[in-house]
């Protein structure tokens, strides 16, 4: 039997952003997802925007 190894990802989550965990817990409840899921999709559909915008503007010559 192969043993995998499984990354960890621990969030330290300020004061001040105390309120987006409840947020958070919204979308998971909405897309039925876990925590990590969740945070990770919300990372990835980001990062789309991010990599269209500057695709964009290397289109643009900008």
Same mark, same amino acid.
């Given at each position: 039997m192969q043993r995998? $190894? =499984?990354q @960890?990802?621990?969030l330290n989550v300020?004061?001040?952003n105390k309120k987006m #965990?409840? @947020?958070l817990e919204v979308l998971m409840l909405e897309k039925?997802?876990?925590m990590t899921d969740t945070?990770? =999709?919300i #990372? &990835? &559909?980001e990062y789309e925007a991010f990599e269209? $915008? @500057?695709r964009n503007r290397q289109l643009l010559g900008v």
């Amino acid at each position: 039997m192969q043993r995998t $190894k =499984q990354q @960890k990802l621990c969030l330290n989550v300020s004061r001040r952003n105390k309120k987006m #965990i409840e @947020k958070l817990e919204v979308l998971m409840l909405e897309k039925n997802l876990s925590m990590t899921d969740t945070v990770f =999709q919300i #990372i &990835k &559909k980001e990062y789309e925007a991010f990599e269209s $915008k @500057k695709r964009n503007r290397q289109l643009l010559g900008v």
